[in-house]
């Protein structure tokens, strides 16, 4: 039987047990969705390529960018400034090396302008070396 009634009192309610068609879920559509090949376990998840950031795998967790360009900007920003702050650092140890000896608080600015400077080379060079995931169309 297909159709019984509900056996609770004073209900009667008609129930159908036939299987009703599967609903079909529609995927919503976002700007900027594709699906991403990751560059580390090479499983395929979504991404928004519209927000400019690194994209983490949710299967294997590890942080990759998604398409060259990414990377390859980030890494010639952090270069560029790199680069300007070791300048700025060689300049000023150069130019305060004889005030240096009667102000030790100097050594603290050298320090910290190439400080500074290896961090932001160090993050070039994080973002030279990324993996990169692979667009591979959208959704």
């Not at 400080?115 to 959208?138: H, N």
Request: hydrophobic residues 45%; proline residues 7%; contains cysteine.
């Amino acid at each position: 039987s297909q159709r019984i009634a509900c056996p609770r009192p004073d209900c009667k309610k008609i129930i159908n047990l036939a299987p009703s068609p599967p609903a079909t879920v529609a995927v919503p559509t976002v700007p900027g969705m594709c699906r991403v090949t990751c560059a580390h376990c090479h499983d395929t998840f979504l991404f928004n390529t519209l927000n400019n950031a690194l994209a983490r795998c949710p299967h294997c967790r590890k942080v990759s960018s998604v398409g060259p360009e990414f990377a390859r900007t980030r890494s010639i920003i952090f270069l560029i400034f790199g680069l300007v702050v070791l300048g700025i650092g060689i300049g000023i140890t150069v130019g305060t090396m004889k005030s240096a000896v009667e102000k030790g608080g100097l050594y603290v600015v050298y320090v910290g302008a190439f400080l500074v400077a290896l961090l932001l080379l160090l993050r070039s060079l994080y973002y030279c070396v990324m993996k990169i995931s692979l667009i591979e169309g959208p959704i």
